[in-house]
């Protein structure tokens, strides 16, 4: 019998559910052409729901052009050709997709880490995460953030907005960068879906001269790949524990020329190095020297546990104008809100705006004005202050555990949400992974970060949202499992 | 004098402007290394604020590491080396950006008409939006999805989401589209940031085998622009009043080779026609004989004003997997929360997640959160209602004062938030549109649309966002214009 497969499912206006159903009958063929549906007293008793429910439900299948009605005859189902019968005889085409894709398809299947992880059970211990803990959230000042916003003019947020970004954020942040050292003159600011649509953008937008990259390595595995699938040919220099090797980098400018520089100065990923104010300005100046541009990663630079506030090179570049800068408070605040931004030369951020407005329009209204009331509202300090509290004490309990269980030869990282952990050379930190893994932990072995495919004794552990009790029983396990391999 | 271009701004926690004032000194300069802070006691009565205030703005200073504290003795600035100095020598490098942007940059500078368009002085008609008129956003409704969802999974919206989607909203969708009419087995679906990214995707991840695409000609700007970015000839065929010319099409086929076919059935743009139920079952029909891919562009789907539903070609398409379909709310709910998706077949999709997680990680999980909620709680159809309605009634009034006023050969659409109109062979809209900017009103010269750069003769009027004396008023103006022009 028809209708009796229907279920009411909570929280959802009940005259939309039974509209649902019978779109879907119809929709997919199982009521034909001028069928006559049933009269609305009728299919209230058939379905269990009030009358006024179902003439509620006929009235909004008429107005999207379903169903039709006769006076005094009824309702009738419309002819909604051409959905395809499944009665209908099938002459379907079967597309092999796999012989349709580019190389670019291919290659961001074959280095999407996310896709090759192992998969956490339930119960696992995971260190893989450098997101932040949710447990910090003020979620009642983001919900106050943002019916003040929405007061204010929440009409004008929920329209299109402009590619450059909303304007009270740009200037916000224009405030903010300025306020961390930065020349902004001659500098413009494009506002992007996080740090990765920024730096995908700044690849697009510059000219492939060598086709080659310098970075620290290891460094940022997101930037490896982007920058693999860019085509680029990437030249890792070695990290000391004040930051890249110097003398590496003048050899390696000395040999080849590069088109650009991808650095993350302050607790770099995944190692957790800060670079030392005299390096910064070392760099700078053999960069001028070379005129190299920089592509800079601020992603973490809130996070700063101890010592004095480092300014970014950026700041460093002075009225220089070959610093791009990349920001995001996705690691320091909330990243399911998608907003970072490129502070730059302004003839740059000219070309990167017709980019970001041929990729995606702009980035949401409503999550930069959120933010941008969030901050405004002054809840940066009080959050950071709190965060940064807390992230430093499981810092601290972190490495502590690390000290007095694993094996290692180096543990680095003055910041942020992760430690890096080296063991001797020749040690596999993807044989202790799948120990661990079989012992419930997980943590990402280090060779992802490094460019040339070394780094197989080393791995990064993300504290951010690991609990103290598995935190320290983790790394216990770690440690056992590192020693019997060890022999 | 020091500190006396200290300025108050309403809004923001007094102390955080005094922090951000003193912050920026010592970033920049001002103060310098170790150089004595005024006592909270002075630096109070210097700024006109209170005592308390200066202390938690010092204290917040002393935890971001730009001063120290020594009991007995005061604060000092701290060594925040190395933001250059204004008065230090300059060796600042200035690189010339110009010379290195790529092929991409200088093309999405060239094509993007937003830099190139009439800007509207104050007071101007403007006929050249197709954005939803914000009056009709129901505000309070997005108010409550967006606290009914903070409240069930605040948390977990802040934070990192998938990059597929939010998968309440990827369930809804999937189930929206099935009402449709479409069968959905074998298909998979991933939110994107608007249309817009999703076309992006979808043209990235194609290989490009004969860089030949097939369209109607006119068609979507954006979508012209970003074609010819991914560098592909396009075959533009030209429209009847039912739809893209199927034997034209045909002839296409046989003559040329075509990776694949981008096409709007409904509503559409710049067009507004509604390609007839016929013509889409032999289309379908002819794709399947060549094995031509369709993207087809649901955008407007929703703005129909009568006749029956008619169902999206990837619901005529029945289990065939050659359809990729690009939806968005964009026109016909709230722009600034940038979501849409795409629906296509899985294994197409599992492709298209790796490339969208490469450029931006995800789509935002609070606006996809929102926007579920909103859906969930049954606004759509009651905003659908009321939004047709006014559009319809609009509609109707710039197609009555059109027929009264301009001396055109044709006006086409039959839904949607525009009309399209085209003159006779040889007249210049262009000509006209400067004509008309000079007396206040402006619209869309028609060949923006084209993919051959005909359409000389045609324009478009956007009329959502103008109010009805403004449509009679500007149409007024238009067809004095036009009819001046004609002689």
């Given amino acids: 019998m028809m209708f009796n497969d229907f279920k009411l499912i909570g929280d959802r206006p009940v005259y939309i559910q039974v509209k649902d159903y019978l779109q879907k009958m119809i929709a997919q063929g199982g009521l034909l052409a001028d069928q006559k549906l049933p009269s609305t007293r009728e299919l209230s008793e058939l379905l269990h729901v009030s009358r006024n429910t179902v003439i509620a439900a006929y009235t909004s299948l008429e107005d999207e052009g379903f169903i039709y009605t006769i006076r005094g005859k009824g309702s009738f189902a419309a002819a909604v050709i051409p959905a395809r019968r499944c009665h209908e005889p099938s002459h379907d085409l079967k597309l092999d997709w796999k012989q349709r894709l580019s190389g670019t398809a291919q290659l961001a299947d074959e280095l999407d880490l996310m896709k090759r992880g192992i998969r956490a059970a339930k119960g696992t211990i995971s260190f893989t995460s450098i997101a ?5 959230f003020d979620l009642d000042q983001v919900k106050r953030a943002f019916l003040d916003r929405m007061s204010i003019e929440g009409d004008v947020l929920l329209n299109y907005g402009y590619a450059k970004g909303y ?85 390696a400018l000395q040999e080849q020329s590069f088109d650009f520089a991808f650095l993350i100065p302050s607790y770099h990923n ?167 893994s079989e012992r419930g932990v997980i943590f990402t072995p280090g060779d992802n970060f490094y460019t040339d495919g070394t780094g197989q004794h080393t791995m990064r552990l993300g504290f951010s949202r690991v609990a103290d009790e598995d935190i320290s029983q983790g790394i216990r396990i770690i440690g056992q499992a590192a020693a019997q391999l060890m022999g």
Avoid at 132 to 136: A, G, Q, R, S
Avoid at 200 to 208: F, G, M
Avoid at 415 to 421: A, N, P, Y
Wanted: glycine share 8%.
């Fill in 132 to 136: 932040p803990d949710e447990k910090l």
């Fill in 167 to 251: 304007k009270p954020l740009m200037e916000y942040l224009l405030q903010y960068m300025e306020n961390k050292g930065v020349n902004v003159s001659g500098k413009d600011l494009l506002i992007t879906n996080g740090f990765t649509e920024g730096f995908e953008l700044v690849l697009s937008a510059l000219q492939k001269r060598h086709g080659t990259v310098l970075c620290e390595n290891p460094t940022h595995n997101t930037a490896i790949k982007n920058l693999k699938l860019h085509g680029y040919d990437i030249t890792g220099i070695e990290m000391e524990s004040d930051g890249i090797c110097l003398d590496k980098v003048e050899q």
């Fill in 270 to 436: 995944p190692t957790g190095i800060v670079m030392s104010p005299e390096k910064r300005v070392k760099l700078i100046e053999l960069m001028t020297a070379y005129q190299i541009p920089i592509v800079e990663d601020g992603f973490n630079e809130e996070l700063r546990y101890s010592g004095a506030h480092v300014a970014p090179l950026i700041a460093s570049a002075g009225a220089s104008n070959n610093v791009v800068y990349i920001g995001s408070f996705s690691k320091v605040l909330f990243p399911g809100i998608r907003v970072g931004w490129i502070l730059a030369d302004h003839e740059l951020i000219y070309y990167l705006e017709s980019i970001k407005r041929a990729r995606s329009i702009h980035t949401s209204t409503l999550d930069q004005s959120l933010l941008y009331q969030y901050l405004l509202n002054g809840n940066l300090d009080k959050y950071l202050k709190r965060a940064r509290a807390e992230y430093k004490r499981k810092y601290e309990w972190t490495k502590q555990c690390i000290e007095e269980h694993i094996p290692c030869k180096r543990v680095s990282g003055d910041g942020g949400l992760h430690v890096f952990v080296e063991f001797e050379q020749g040690f596999k930190t993807r044989e202790l992974l799948k120990m661990c």
